[in-house]
């Protein structure tokens, strides 16, 4: 079994600044693409910002220049830091990974239990 620990949200006033960890542990053969999602109060979850193992990223417009995301392989673990934050950056953030537990296993998606953000104006 795998499991992913989110941690470092918070409270912040708009214009301030927040760093996300994600901590993998577990079964752990090698780790895939991984990514933070978020999930505003009545809006479907979104995807925030991905990175596969060699390190390219991608982001979502929303939080382009705003948003770092970074990732540890060794540590297992992925990090976003998040400057210049917005009330509208409020939501419940969640981190996703793709994990293979063996060798010879499939990959699966795995989710964190999320952490809530708030970013007050």
């Known amino acids: 079994q795998v499991q992913l620990v989110e941690s470092g949200g918070g409270l912040v006033q708009a214009g301030g600044s927040l760093r996300l960890s994600c901590a993998a542990s577990?079964?752990?053969?090698?780790?895939?693409?991984m990514a933070w999602y978020r999930q505003a109060p009545g809006k479907q979850r979104e995807l925030v910002a991905s990175?596969?193992?060699?390190?390219?990223?991608n982001y979502a417009d929303s939080v382009n220049g705003r948003f770092t995301i970074s990732r540890d392989n060794a540590k297992n673990a992925m990090y976003l830091q998040m400057n210049s934050l917005k009330p509208e950056d409020t939501a419940v953030y969640y981190c996703?990974?793709?994990?293979?537990?063996?060798?010879?296993?499939?990959?699966?998606?795995?989710w964190g239990q999320g952490t809530q953000v708030t970013v007050s104006s």
């Open positions: 996703n990974a793709n994990v293979r537990a063996t060798a010879i296993s499939a990959r699966y998606d795995y």
């Open positions: 577990g079964s752990i053969f090698s780790i895939g693409a």
């Open positions: 990175i596969i193992t060699g390190g390219n990223t």
